[in-house]
């Protein structure tokens, strides 16, 4: 374990949550309790250490995550991974989009440092919450030589971003990694490697974020009598990328394929992702738009917008 800094930033979500009473797990308000509070009640903190650096980013259910938060969080773990005395960076965040908050920052930055997100599933008031071990695991994780990237830790896992997903609603390991499994386990404080830590694999965009338009990107999903008016809607309302959460392996309703045909046609970009909780896209028979391979609909729609925006930047 290194003895360099570790930063935390706070962001909300329900392990900054309180409920009107401690055995209410389900009704009760999100980020209500800044990061230096919840800190402050782990066992054996000591406040004012100079090896934590504290900040508050911002305070929201993380259900109404947006792109304003997203760039003043990214900025600020530019700012942080470029210290060199800092060792890592972990980030409470509301489970709710944490997999996209996680993908976004392992699109854009690609860190070799360690940027943990942890969450928890009670509210911090809880008569048993699960926030300040997700946190002791989080710092352990930031804290140890050779963890790379961005990750997520919840209930003892590591996954990392391009593969975690929220799978479940209330359950305190709501995260899976499907097919791909955690990176590892946080077991006593000790890490238990399954696998490699994740590499990055988009350059970085993060000093051009602020003033970058951020294009509208929109996931349309493919159902039984999927017919297509959403994607005519979305045309009209100028949109510049469109995401199909696809049945099975990558196939859409010909309806919906129609007018996505349409979009492409009129100059929108069209991925396909799949709507299955598990597995990447095979080469099917008869795929007519290009596949993201290996990204879930949310992700490929955050993909698609840093496309989108490098390529407005870049003139492509
Ligand atoms: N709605 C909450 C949030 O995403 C849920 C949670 O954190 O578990 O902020």
Not at 6 to 34: C, D, M, P
Not at 264 to 279: L, M, N, S
Not at 281 to 298: N, R
């Amino acid at each position: 374990m290194s003895d360099q800094k570790i930063v935390f930033l706070g962001t909300g979500g329900t392990i900054a949550g309180k409920a009107a009473n401690a055995f209410e797990h389900s009704r009760y308000t999100a980020a209500q309790v800044g990061v230096h509070e919840l800190l402050a009640s782990l066992p054996g903190w000591q406040d004012g250490s100079e090896r934590y650096v504290v900040e508050q980013v911002a305070q929201l259910d993380s259900k109404d995550m947006g792109f304003d938060v997203w760039v003043k969080l990214a900025q600020r773990v530019a700012h942080f991974l470029a210290q060199e005395d800092v060792q890592g960076i972990v980030i409470t965040h509301g489970t709710d989009t944490l997999e996209e908050t996680a993908y976004f920052l392992q699109a854009l930055l690609a860190p070799i440092k360690p940027v943990v997100l942890t969450c928890a599933m009670r509210p911090s008031n809880a008569v048993v919450p699960d926030g300040p071990q997700n946190l002791l695991d989080a710092l352990a994780v930031a804290a140890s030589t050779g963890s790379s990237g961005v990750t997520v830790v919840c209930a003892g896992a590591i996954y990392g971003a391009e593969d975690v997903q929220k799978i479940h609603p209330y359950r305190l390991n709501a995260f899976s990694a499907g097919d791909a499994g955690p990176i590892g386990f946080v077991e006593q404080g000790r890490l238990r490697l399954q696998r490699d830590w994740q590499r990055g694999r988009v350059a970085s965009l993060v000093s051009e974020l602020a003033d970058a338009a951020w294009p509208r990107v929109e996931i349309v999903m493919s159902y039984a009598g999927a017919d297509g008016t959403i994607v005519r809607a979305l045309l009209k309302a100028g949109v510049k990328g469109l995401v199909v959460a696809a049945t099975g392996n990558g196939t859409v309703h010909q309806d919906l394929e129609a007018a996505l045909v349409l979009a492409i046609q009129q100059g929108v970009k069209v991925v396909r992702a799949t709507r299955c909780a598990e597995g990447q896209l095979l080469p099917g028979t008869h795929d007519v738009l290009p596949a993201a391979t290996g990204l879930t609909p949310v992700k490929a729609r955050i993909a698609l917008m840093l496309d989108l925006m490098q390529a407005a930047q870049t003139g492509r």
